[in-house]
């Protein structure tokens, strides 16, 4: 028998799976890529998103997981025919999305060289 979660569990996973979406998303930057207003292959991401994954301890996303979670955090999300690409969707973040994830991967850097 299964439990349903309770709401303050799924508040916690979702608040986890926003920080790790971010976190790869502003890595992303970091590596001199530009990510705002830009429509990229989801394939082009993954590697940030499974790096983000490793660091915060938690099992890699799937595609579905990863699209799904982007269209939460408020950018467009282009699914595709699965037999055009092996990762079929193609992800465009706001200036405004991208911004926050910049800013959040720097806060988290810096809060690792206080801690």
Known sequence: MTTQPKLFEIETENA???SV???ALGEFQ???KVLAERELALDRLR????RAAEKFGVEEF???QIAENLEILGAKVVKLQS???KHPFRVTVSSEIAERAREFYNETLTQEKSA
């Not at 590697?47 to 499974?50: E, I, R, T």
């Open 62 to 64: 799937s595609d579905t």
């Open 83 to 85: 037999f055009i690409a």
């Open 47 to 50: 590697g940030a998103f499974k």
């Open 30 to 32: 970091s590596r001199k």
């Open 21 to 23: 979406l971010l976190y």
């Open 16 to 18: 986890q799976i926003e």
